[in-house]
């Protein structure tokens, strides 16, 4: 054993590969959550207003949350899969380009972008509940006060909808945010974090120093740091959700 004080700490924080690591993960946070909100909130809108087959089209949107992320990452797999995969059929189709010639997995494909897709796919239907439910908590005699004052549809959506949904919005985005940032098995299974470092994320880089290199000690300092991280951006984002619910 050997003491090496902060060490650890000081050259994880100034390793251009760690912070390349992190640009990545920020990437996929970002682009998830951005694609999750809209299209989650979307849908929520859409189901809110009652139609024939509504409870049937919510129970069929919501099927892929319940898959394991394990489960989900094997099917995606074969959806990729250049020789038989139905997406590289798909982008044949639209860009021309021969589906046995280019993965979206591999060297010169879209890997991120793959990855953000099957994310999408997996967990818009968790934004999409949350926001059906600030949606359905809105009383109806809001709305019927703003007909009552000749509102537009479009101007009830910002004033009323917008301002009253948005705590659960938030709150959505808070949960998504810490499971995609320490999100781990499905990209493992899809990409492994390749190919080279394209979809290398913070959680698979902490499992290859910690259970591959065997750097205990750094891959200790690293966990700290990533635990520090989420925890000082979660706290500050409690606070601003709690200021708007408080208005």
Known sequence: MKWVGLRNYTRIL???????????TAHFLIWTIVLQVIIGFTLAWLI????????????????????????????????????????????????????ASFSMLGPGGLAPWAIIIVDTWMWTPFVMLICLAGLRSIPDYIYEAA????ASKWRQFWTITVPMVL???????LFRGIENFKMFDMVNLLTGGGPGNETLLTSIDLKREAFEKWRTGYSSAYAIILFVTVFGLASIYVKALNKVKER
Request: net charge negative; proline share 7%.
């Open 48 to 99: 809110n207003r009652k139609f024939r087959g509504n409870d049937l089209l919510t129970t069929l949107i919501v099927v892929p949350m319940m898959l394991s992320p394990a489960v989900v990452g094997n099917f995606w797999t074969f959806l990729y899969q250049p020789q038989i995969g139905v997406v590289n059929y798909i982008v044949e189709f639209f860009t021309g380009i021969p589906a």
């Open 167 to 173: 705590p659960f919005l938030m709150l959505a985005v």
């Open 14 to 24: 100034t390793d251009a590969d760690i912070w390349a690591t992190m640009q990545t």
């Open 147 to 150: 007909e009552v004052d000749r």
